[in-house]
């Protein structure tokens, strides 16, 4: 569905900027901005500053004059709302409505050609009121549904561009996220071979530092093979073991004295 954020009234500049950071984040280019306080606001150092790299969205932005021109295109209207109101589309968090609307979405195209999709696609517009008042009560009832997202009951006020961040991300939730990164490899466990190797070396080091008696060495090593097997040790940590136990030999003193376990 094609994606619009809809920003009404807003006051202040730095938001703006802020929102398109937060959509660029989940992927998302389409912003209008409907009668903003500053007719310049998307030129100000402000925005510029706070969109933190996101200028293509500030760049393609538009500034219109009414609701109507905003909504051009757009066929479901979602608004943004904390406070219930008496009248007016029902209240809904928006990350279970998100995936019932693309369910029924997809339901509605169900065996239809590649063409006849695209020309039915639907728009899919998130409008957000000013900073000050919040969605006049004329705008909430012209959509279809108001989001409110689950928060704080005594204290449920959102930043404009926190609540963007938000919609956005459940939004895409909905979508199909990217997949996280990871940020190294994934880590090469030690084979079993290795970790024999390993507990050899280190029972030597223990029995040269007098820590370990091998006269009564009891359960010592069987507990730290299954410490180690329960660690999940890697390769790279075997090494780091073995090099601590090799130092722990070089500095033992020529005749340890064992001590009890």
Request: with cysteine; charged share 20%.
């Amino acid at each position: 569905m094609q994606t619009r954020f809809i920003l009404i009234n807003t006051s202040h500049a730095g938001n703006v900027g802020a929102c398109a950071r937060a959509m660029k984040t989940m992927g998302f280019d389409d912003l209008v901005l409907v009668a903003p306080r500053w007719p310049n606001v998307l030129r100000r150092e402000e925005t510029i500053q706070r969109a933190s790299g996101a200028l293509d969205v500030l760049k393609n932005a538009r500034i219109v004059a009414t609701l109507d021109e905003a909504l051009d295109g757009m066929t479901h209207l979602c608004a943004t709302a904390m406070t219930p109101r008496d009248f007016g589309p029902p209240a809904v968090a928006p990350r279970e409505y998100f995936k019932t609307l693309l369910k029924t979405e997809l339901s509605a195209h169900a065996g239809q050609g590649p063409e006849a999709k695209k020309a039915c696609n639907s728009g899919l517009a998130l409008l957000f009121g000013s900073e000050r008042f919040g969605m006049s009560n004329d705008d909430v009832y012209r959509c279809h549904v108001a989001l409110s997202i689950p928060a704080n009951p005594q204290f449920g006020s959102l930043n404009l561009a926190a609540a963007v961040q938000v919609i956005a991300y459940d939004w895409r939730l909905a979508l199909a996220a990217w997949p996280v990164q990871a940020a190294t490899a994934a880590p090469v466990l030690a084979d079993a071979a290795q970790v024999a190797g390993m507990l050899a070396h280190l029972e030597q080091a223990l029995i040269g530092i007098g820590f370990l008696d091998p006269q009564a060495p009891k359960k010592l090593m069987p507990r730290l093979n299954q410490l180690f097997n329960r660690a999940g040790v890697t390769d790279e940590e075997i090494h780091i073991l073995r090099g601590i136990a090799k130092m722990m030999l070089k500095t033992a003193p020529a005749e340890a004295q064992p001590v009890s376990n």
